[in-house]
T-cell receptor, first 115, second 109 residues
Framework: EAGVTQSPTHLIKTRGQQATLRCSPI?????VYWYQQALGLGLQFLLW???????NRGNFPPRFSGRQFPNYSSELNVNALELEDSALYLC??????????????FGPGTRLTVL | GEDVEQSLFLSVREGDSSVINCTYT??????LYWYKQEPGAGLQLLTY?????DMKQDQRLTVLLNKKDKHLSLRIADTQTGDSAIYFC?????????FGKGTRLHILP
């Protein structure tokens, strides 16, 4: 069974540009989560999609947005990139959405570098 | 607040026990988790505990839960070099899952 996949592996952009990151969940999983892992800041929750809808959002500005497609894959868009957006962006998927047992399966991440 | 708190670093000698601590926020959390992130990789679920349990043991891992103090700990017995990683604690409550910032475990020879 294929795990969570993310693309691209690495992405280099300049300030002010837009970045699009993609995630494919494990087959059968309907929830997709996005996290930012910046150096020294740990794992910060960005977005949670379930069944195509945004379920929850972390404390990030509106230039961080995303969507979930009918096949449950997801995109994370970051507009007007800033230097501090440089980080590893992790996507995770799960079968159950919130409340109950919710094991998240993580992808390997996309390393975004903003120059 | 909604922060799950962990210390950032822990150094342990090979063969000793490691104890990683975490305090969580929501007394109604149903499940608490420990994830492991090895260098250059995503996170993997290591173990979890249901909120009506006090302790769970799984080979070298022991999870202790103190609901009164909202304190969770992970004990790794006979720590090996392969245990070197970042360990995240997380809680699930109502409509969200919250991760701590992670504890980096460093193994001394």
């Amino acid at each position: 069974e294929a795990g969570v996949t993310q693309s691209p592996t690495h992405l280099i952009k300049t300030r002010g540009q837009q970045a699009t990151l993609r995630c494919s969940p494990i087959s059968g999983h309907t929830s997709v989560y996005w996290y930012q892992q910046a150096l020294g800041l740990g794992l910060q929750f960005l977005l949670w999609y379930d069944e195509g809808e945004e379920r929850n959002r972390g404390n990030f500005p509106p230039r961080f947005s995303g969507r979930q497609f009918p096949n449950y894959s997801s995109e994370l868009n970051v507009n007007a990139l800033e230097l501090e957006d440089s980080a590893l962006y992790l996507c995770a998927s799960s079968f159950e959405a919130g409340g109950s047992y919710n094991e998240q399966f993580f992808g390997p991440g996309t390393r975004l570098t903003v120059l | 607040g909604e922060d799950v708190e962990q210390s950032l670093f822990l150094s342990v000698r090979e063969g000793d026990s490691s104890v990683i601590n975490c305090t969580y926020t929501d007394s109604s959390s149903t499940y608490l988790y420990w994830y492991k992130q090895e260098p250059g990789a995503g996170l993997q679920l290591l173990t979890y505990i249901f909120s009506n349990m006090d302790m769970k043991q799984d080979q070298r891992l022991t999870v202790l839960l103190n609901k009164k103090d909202k304190h969770l700990s992970l004990r790794i017995a006979d720590t090996q070099t392969g245990d070197s990683a970042i360990y995240f604690c997380a809680e699930t409550s109502s409509d969200k899952i919250i991760f701590g910032k992670g504890t980096r475990l460093h193994i001394l020879p």
